[in-house]
């Protein structure tokens, strides 16, 4: 079965550190581009972050460059985002999700992080 | 990197057909192929709907259907039923690894 799986979320202060992961399975992970998107509570979905499938290049939103990076391993099929810097408005929903050109079709459950003191 | 511009809300009885725009720029809608859109029900994580614009991953239904035209894309859902009633939210490929979604529209079933 083609699935990702993300951990990693929780509290943290603002100004603070944390590292979300995603495990693939069921897929040829080094094959594919992969994105993470997040929700914050009661708004839409925005995208945070993209790694091509051998890792060359990494994109990011405005509103998380410079504070955020994005990994990935392809010997142990995982992708990684480190949050530094964590804000307030980072409180959101993360979703590891299998990122092909014209669409993401396959997503994770997601995890939570709020950043609050 | 501005969002995707959508209808916030629409509606339609069981049967009916609704159509859900989304409006971006040539930058993304406009000079790619490759607009995605996907279903959220409350709690729940992404479905992807429509991919390539027009093409259905196995097991969606082909009452949904997507277009493009210049920088707008839209969603087609005909044949409504009380389980279409979800988040909806276009997608679209803006070069070097980056994507850009809307801002969602609600779908309700009357």
């Known amino acids: 079965e083609v699935q990702v799986l993300e951990s990693g979320g929780g509290l943290v202060q603002p100004g603070g550190s944390l590292r979300l992961s995603c495990a693939a399975s069921g897929f040829t992970f080094s094959t594919y581009a992969m994105s993470w998107v997040r929700q914050a509570p009661g708004k839409g979905l925005e995208w945070v972050s993209g790694i091509s499938g051998s890792a060359s290049s990494t994109k990011y939103a405005d509103s998380v460059k410079g504070r955020f990076t994005i990994s990935r391993d392809n010997s142990k099929n995982t992708l990684d985002l480190q949050m530094n810097s964590l804000r307030a408005e980072d409180t959101a929903v993360y979703y590891c999700a299998k990122a092909l050109y014209g669409g993401m079709d396959v997503w994770g459950k997601g995890t939570t992080v709020t950043v609050s003191s | 990197q501005s969002a995707l511009t959508q209808p916030r809300s629409v509606s339609g009885s069981p049967g009916q057909s609704v159509t859900i725009s989304c409006t971006g720029t040539s930058s993304d809608v406009g000079g790619y192929n490759y607009v995605s859109w996907c279903q959220q029900h409350p709690g729940k994580a992404p479905k992807l709907m429509i991919f390539?614009?027009?093409r259905r991953p196995s097991g969606v239904p082909d009452r949904f259907s997507g277009s493009k035209s210049g920088n707008t894309a839209s969603l087609t859902i005909s044949g409504l039923q009380a389980e279409d009633e979800a988040d909806y939210y276009c997608c679209s490929y803006a070069g070097s690894y980056t994507w850009v979604f809307g801002g969602g529209t609600k779908l309700t079933v009357l």
């Open positions: 390539d614009v027009s």
